[in-house]
């Protein structure tokens, strides 16, 4: 069973310019969650899908940051314009269920905005 | 709100050496704890958890026993090898879908 898969393993862009992560869950995995380390500290959460819905986005930074669950598979995370605090390490995890269930997670992408 | 609070690395050990990591946490209710593992170029993985107070997980050597009195969930190795050098994440999560990390301790074993 392939695991969580994220794409680009690293991205390197300028201060002003859009970036896009992408996230594959485990396939049958409804939950879907994306996950922030900044500058090596605590991985904070950023939100929550259930199949295509956002159930919880209380983490987003603010407006700059756009996710996306098309058709409730795979999932995007638009950073647009970046900024040189957006930088850190994303992370990206699935779940059969939400609660207590274990979450699986991703390589993460490295972000880094110069 | 909910924390967890864990020992600052990075911490550097010779082959064989006794391990502890130290984590500490404050929530509301009876949150269930975990330790993950990222090797390095590789994601996160659970390496142990533990749903109730009392409760001892282990996997690969580690453990982590759940203290409720002290809020407390270290982690400790007897003897640790070169390819247990990685970053190690002490979780909680309080019966919702967020984990709630730890800074992350580096973990560096010499030969």
């Known amino acids: 069973e392939a695991g969580v898969t994220q794409f680009p393993s690293h991205s390197v862009i300028e201060k002003g310019q859009t970036v896009t992560l992408r996230c594959d869950p485990i396939?049958?995995?409804?939950?879907l969650y994306w996950y922030r380390r900044v500058m090596g500290k605590e991985i904070k959460f950023l939100l929550h899908?259930?199949?295509?819905?956002?159930?919880?986005e209380s983490g987003m930074p603010n407006n700059r940051f756009l996710a996306e669950r098309t058709g409730g598979t795979y999932s995007t995370l638009k950073v647009q314009p970046a900024e040189l605090e957006d930088s850190g390490v994303y992370f990206c995890?699935?779940?059969?269920?939400?609660?207590?269930?274990?979450?699986?997670f991703g390589p993460g992408t490295r972000l880094t905005v110069l | 709100g909910d924390s967890v609070t864990q020992m600052e690395g990075p911490v550097t050990l010779s082959e064989e050496a006794f391990l502890t990591i130290n984590c500490t946490y404050t929530?509301?209710?009876?949150?269930?704890l975990f330790w993950y593992v990222q090797y390095p170029g590789e994601g996160l993985q659970l390496l142990l958890k533990?749903?109730?107070?009392?409760d001892k997980g282990s996997n690969k050597g580690f453990e982590a026993t759940y203290r409720k009195e002290t809020t407390s969930f270290h982690l400790e190795k007897g003897s640790v090898q070169v390819s247990d050098s990685a970053v190690y994440f002490c979780a909680l999560t309080s019966g919702t879908y967020k984990y709630i990390f730890g800074t992350g301790t580096r973990l560096k074993v010499l030969a």
């Open positions: 995890a699935s779940s059969l269920a939400a609660g207590r269930n274990e979450q699986f």
């Open positions: 899908f259930v199949k295509e819905s956002k159930q919880d």
């Open positions: 533990a749903t109730k107070a009392d």
């Open positions: 396939s049958g995995h409804d939950n």
């Open positions: 929530a509301t209710g009876y949150p269930s």
